[in-house]
T-cell receptor, first 114, second 115 residues
Framework: DTGVSQDPRHKITKRGQNVTFRCDPI?????LYWYRQTLGQGPEFLTY????????KSRLLSDRFSAERPKGSFSTLEIQRTEQGDSAMYLC????????????FGPGTRLLVL | DAKTTQPPSMDCAEGRAANLPCNHS???????VYWYRQIHSQGPQYIIH???NNETNEMASLIITEDRKSSTLILPHATLRDTAVYYC????????????????FGKGTKLSVKP
């Protein structure tokens, strides 16, 4: 257990539905990252926050995706109008900045879109 | 795209040393080498990182060649619980400036430790 928690751990939804995932980072960590991982591939970066500011978004993050970190603590990732191609593991990681480089990953949320 | 090349899979006997190679021939002077691993159905786990000197911690050793174009992660006494996908990543450190922080993963090496 790294101290990063994600909820839910598994989600099954029907195409077209909206889903929201939550990530609780290690409390003193000011950087929070979201990654997506499909079967047989390494994780791919989606977006990251420094405190409450969203500083970078990958081109993978289409306009159906939105992430927030309103108080600089937990973060949510919402996918609107889900598609079957959104089926993946969604990973959250946190780190201290700038002196510490290690990212601590949560267990992930596995999404299946039917 | 990932800046590293790793073999897709390796086997290792339990109790023996596992030596996982990584090529990063285009590494820049301010880029670090990081290793993470991912055990099935879990999130990636940090193992070790280095710039140019060899590094050792309680999990592993990292050997970086003098020209920094390749490195080897060494698990000195592999156990069945070390079976995982191992990722070698190069990135600029944020202390050196300019790092956005995100990790760029390749496909990694699937290490199977066998009894």
């Amino acid at each position: 257990d790294t101290g990063v928690s994600q909820d839910p751990r598994h989600k099954i939804t029907k195409r077209g539905q909206n889903v929201t995932f939550r990530c609780d980072p290690i409390s003193e960590h000011n950087r929070l990252y979201w990654y997506r991982q499909t079967l047989g591939q390494g994780p791919e970066f989606l977006t990251y926050f420094q405190n409450e500011a969203q500083l970078e978004k990958s081109r993978l993050l289409s306009d159906r995706f939105s992430a927030e970190r309103p108080k600089g603590s937990f973060s949510t990732l919402e996918i609107q109008r889900t598609e079957q191609g959104d089926s993946a593991m969604y990973l959250c990681a946190s780190s201290l900045d700038p002196s510490r480089e290690t990212q601590y990953f949560g267990p992930g949320t596995r999404l299946l879109v039917l | 795209d990932a800046k590293t090349t790793q073999p897709p899979s390796m086997d290792c006997a339990e109790g023996r040393a596992a030596n996982l190679p990584c090529n990063h021939s285009t590494i820049s002077g301010n880029e670090y080498v990081y290793w993470y691993r991912q055990i099935h159905s879990q999130g990636p786990q940090y193992i070790i990182h280095g710039l140019k000197n060899n590094e050792t911690n309680e999990m592993a050793s990292l050997i970086i060649t003098e020209d920094r174009k390749s490195s080897t992660l060494i698990l000195p006494h592999a156990t069945l619980r070390d079976t995982a996908v191992y990722y070698c990543i190069v990135r600029v450190g944020s202390v050196d400036g300019g790092s956005q922080g995100n990790l760029i993963f390749g496909k990694g090496t699937k290490l199977s430790v066998k009894p």
